[in-house]
């Protein structure tokens, strides 16, 4: 506790306005056949195309289609090999992030965690449940409900050598700790004229769930990207959860990890043997011809459903999820436009000043030239999220509207 509490009312600092961290090679994503969740009901989605109900509810559920990852309509999708038989292990996207936390605690003793719930409780989504046994209160340590306290505490603590994840408990209720991470953690580096690094993680869950209502359905990405000196980024699968959090906590500057709340349980096998994803660098999830298509987080599902319909319809669209919101992977994504010549993009996050309205300035600032038509944005609309699960859909980007604008950007 006394050595967390030495930075007490230090402001935290941007480890490095360089991002050097390395790239790593990302094998490709085995097929991962998604079943969204009715409300009241959770399922398990394992790579062998089965679902595992985890609970329900008897209240009377909303349909919802089936979501097709990896979905390309003129392949197998099947696959006749037992999961037994395959490398590695199964994991649920929530159990990945815990692994890849656990792994780098045991690596590195100045890991530690801070936040509501994260001790015995295991945190709201599970994802620290078992570190407080095992690494004790000191470093998985439980804090009162004061996210701009214990957020200050834990950049302060950073400033003095250790390397604090925070798990907010809603991504939203981190709005109350901007002070701290706009002009503490973001700026102090520079501030301090390198003094100080500020290798701190900050995680936790948001997006629009089933019926959380407006204030518990935000997504913060748009607020925080403008805030210089802080990395950004988004996992979607197991895999890259896991390697992603593993990145994070070794970077030496302080990054936000987003997750999503609806991508809890699903589950994918990773391998056995250590791995990290870079922070900077995009994955293909399919390559194609005729189209770019970018995406992140939960959307990169709805993407890949809609790409199943395209496939049939006689279209070949090339996928990526961006997933490294801040900075964008530039390279990745031009190559594909100068193959392609024809963007959508595909977000959860708001219309206005959203991660979707940054990447359009930026690939008409760099690849005008190559563009045989405007970019096209797809983005939740610009109200509050309802509490109704039918006007709650309405709100957020749907498959249908993405086979229709990939149409009409085809023609």
Same mark, same amino acid.
């Given at each position: 506790?006394?050595?967390?509490?030495?930075?007490?009312?230090?402001?935290?600092?941007?480890?490095?306005?360089?991002?050097?961290?390395?790239?790593?090679?990302?094998?490709?994503?085995?097929?991962?056949?998604?079943?969204?969740?009715?409300?009241?009901?959770?399922?398990?989605?394992?790579?062998?195309?089965?679902?595992?109900?985890?609970?329900?509810?008897?209240?009377?559920?909303?349909?919802?289609?089936?979501?097709?990852?990896?979905?390309?309509?003129?392949?197998?999708?099947?696959?006749?090999?037992?999961?037994?038989?395959?490398?590695?292990?199964?994991?649920?996207?929530?159990?990945?992030?815990?692994?890849?936390?656990?792994?780098?605690?045991?690596?590195?003793?100045?890991?530690?965690?801070?936040?509501?719930?994260?001790?015995?409780?295991?945190?709201?989504?599970?994802?620290?449940?078992?570190?407080?046994?095992?690494?004790?209160?000191?470093?998985?340590?439980?804090?009162?409900?004061?996210?701009?306290?214990?957020?200050?505490?834990?950049?302060?603590?950073?400033?003095?050598?250790?390397?604090?994840?925070?798990?907010?408990?809603?991504?939203?209720?981190?709005?109350?700790?901007?002070?701290?991470?706009?002009?503490?953690?973001?700026?102090?580096?520079?501030?301090?004229?390198?003094?100080?690094?500020?290798?701190?993680?900050?995680?936790?869950?948001?997006?629009?769930?089933?019926?959380?209502?407006?204030?518990?359905?935000?997504?913060?990405?748009?607020?925080?990207?403008?805030?210089?000196?802080?990395?950004?980024?988004?996992?979607?699968?197991?895999?890259?959860?896991?390697?992603?959090?593993?990145?994070?906590?070794?970077?030496?500057?302080?990054?936000?990890?987003?997750?999503?709340?609806?991508?809890?349980? $699903?589950?994918?096998?990773?391998?056995?043997?250590? +791995?990290?994803?870079? *922070? !900077? @660098?995009?994955?293909? =999830?399919? /390559?194609?011809?005729?189209?770019?298509?970018?995406?992140?987080?939960?959307?990169?599902?709805?993407?890949?459903?809609?790409?199943?319909?395209?496939?049939?319809?006689?279209?070949?669209?090339?996928?990526?999820?961006?997933?490294?919101?801040?900075?964008?992977?530039?390279?990745?994504?031009?190559?594909?436009?100068?193959?392609?010549?024809?963007?959508?993009?595909?977000?959860?996050?708001?219309?206005?000043?959203?991660?979707?309205?940054?990447?359009?300035?930026?690939?008409?600032?760099?690849?005008?030239?190559?563009?045989?038509?405007?970019?096209?944005? $797809?983005?939740?609309?610009?109200?509050?999220?309802? +509490?109704?699960?039918? *006007? !709650? @859909?309405?709100?957020? =980007?749907? /498959?249908?509207?993405?086979?229709?604008?990939?149409?009409?950007?085809?023609?």
């Amino acid at each position: 506790m006394a050595t967390l509490l030495q930075g007490i009312g230090a402001a935290a600092a941007l480890s490095s306005t360089s991002l050097d961290s390395k790239r790593f090679e990302v094998s490709s994503l085995k097929s991962l056949p998604i079943q969204t969740a009715r409300k009241g009901r959770v399922f398990a989605i394992r790579s062998d195309s089965r679902d595992i109900t985890l609970g329900s509810s008897n209240n009377k559920a909303r349909s919802s289609p089936k979501l097709v990852a990896n979905a390309v309509a003129t392949k197998n999708e099947g696959s006749t090999a037992s999961t037994t038989s395959k490398p590695g292990h199964e994991l649920l996207l929530f159990e990945a992030l815990r692994e890849g936390l656990e792994e780098e605690m045991d690596r590195d003793p100045t890991v530690c965690v801070v936040g509501e719930d994260v001790g015995h409780y295991g945190g709201s989504y599970k994802v620290t449940k078992g570190l407080a046994t095992k690494f004790g209160d000191l470093r998985v340590l439980d804090t009162p409900i004061a996210e701009n306290s214990f957020t200050g505490m834990a950049i302060g603590a950073a400033m003095t050598g250790l390397r604090p994840v925070i798990e907010g408990m809603n991504m939203g209720f981190l709005l109350l700790a901007f002070n701290q991470i706009s002009n503490n953690c973001g700026m102090l580096h520079y501030t301090s004229g390198g003094q100080f690094k500020i290798p701190v993680v900050i995680r936790g869950p948001g997006g629009v769930g089933r019926q959380l209502g407006a204030e518990h359905s935000q997504r913060l990405e748009s607020y925080f990207q403008s805030i210089p000196g802080i990395q950004m980024v988004a996992c979607s699968t197991p895999y890259n959860a896991k390697g992603l959090m593993k990145a994070a906590i070794r970077s030496e500057n302080p990054v936000i990890l987003f997750e999503h709340v609806l991508l809890y349980n $699903l589950k994918e096998r990773i391998p056995d043997e250590e +791995y990290i994803c870079s *922070l !900077e @660098e995009a994955e293909m =999830v399919r /390559p194609g011809e005729h189209i770019t298509i970018l995406t992140y987080s939960r959307m990169r599902y709805h993407v890949m459903q809609a790409a199943k319909t395209l496939v049939n319809k006689g279209y070949d669209p090339e996928v990526i999820d961006i997933r490294s919101l801040k900075p964008f992977d530039l390279h990745t994504i031009g190559n594909s436009i100068k193959k392609t010549h024809r963007v959508l993009i595909v977000e959860e996050c708001m219309r206005t000043g959203g991660i979707g309205a940054s990447l359009t300035a930026a690939i008409n600032e760099n690849f005008h030239d190559y563009l045989d038509a405007p970019v096209i944005c $797809l983005s939740s609309q610009d109200v509050p999220t309802p +509490y109704a699960g039918t *006007l !709650e @859909e309405f709100t957020i =980007v749907q /498959p249908a509207q993405i086979v229709a604008a990939v149409e009409k950007l085809c023609q």
